[in-house]
Structures are given as C-alpha cells and as structure tokens.
C-alpha cells in the first residue's frame, strides 16, 4: 500500500500555494455545509475559493479527495488525546470525541459519501484506505501503545482487534443502523475494553 507521501508526493512551489490550498479546503468545507456532497463540484469549489479548476486538479483528482481532505484535517485537529494516565481515561477522552465528531450531520453525511465513493472508485478505495482510515486508526492506536507501555493493556490482547471493535462500531452505527453515536456507548466501549484487559 503506498504512503501518503508516495500517493501526493511534493511539488516545485508547494509552500507558495498553500494559502490557495487552504482556500480550497475551506471553500469545500463551507459549500458543503449549504448545498451538501450531492450538489458539490469542482467548478463550484474554485468559483468560491477564487481559484481555477486547474489548480483544484493538480491537487486532488476529484471532488471526492477534496472532501476527503477537508475532514481528515478537522479530525486532526479536534481528536487529538493528550496522555490521561491511564487507558480507561485515554479511550474514554478519544471516543466521546471521535463520536461527537462524527454524530455531526454534515459529517455523518460526508463519511456516509466517502465511503459509498470508495464502494464504487477502486482508486479512491485506496486512498481513502491510506489516507483517511488508516490515518484515523494509528491515531486510535496511541491511546492502546499508551496503555501497553504502562502495563495497562497485556500483551495478550491484541490491539489490532480492540482498534476493529471500536472503529467497526462507529461505521456500523454511521451506515447501517439509525442508534446514537453519544457518550454513553462511548462508555459502553471503555467498560468492555478495559474489562476485556484486566478481567
């Protein structure tokens, strides 16, 4: 699978389009919050972002990866876990906002077109595999490398699992049933992880 770096790797000038790269993903972030993903488009983009629709494709090759973009950068922001002390704190902090992140309806509906993209794209598959999914699990992932480096989590159980159980419960409940992502599933999943580890 190749990086994110090998996916888009670095161009003569990159510094100098930044604030045109930011206007893009702003301008994409704001539309869809009108209009939704439905009615976005390129064009659309760069008329709001006062660019053109060339410079939006030596970028990104669709309007889906501009999405894709634009939300991998909030999740960035606003999930970050600073270390709690302990893994029944770290993963409750991390859940209870990664869930209150993605019960937002504009981002409800922005992961449920990523991922019906992604259905249908098998080149947008892989980058949204490489550059949105796994991004978010190794973030997930420092809560359990946390915990194992403290004794915490034993060696027996398998992180890549527990990542699974709560990352599969998040999309479930994103695409296939209309139940709550609130903090009391979040702490539904601290109380069987941590039960899992230690009982």
Known sequence: ?????????????????????QAILTAAADLIAEMGYGALTIEKIAQRAGTGKQTIYRWWPSKADVVMEALAAKA???LQVPDGGSLEADLRTALRASFALARKPEVTDLLRALMAEAMIDPAF????????LHRRRRALRVVFDRAVERG??????????????VLGTLWYRVMAVPAPLDDTLADELVALITGAAFG
């Open 125 to 132: 598959a892989e980058r949204f595999l490489a550059q949105f």
């Open 76 to 78: 960035d922001l606003q």
């Open 1 to 21: 699978m190749a990086s994110v770096n090998e996916l888009a790797p670095p161009r003569p000038g990159r510094k100098r389009s930044e604030a045109s790269r």
């Open 152 to 165: 915490d989590l034993p060696p027996a159980v398998p992180v890549d699992t527990l990542l699974d159980v």
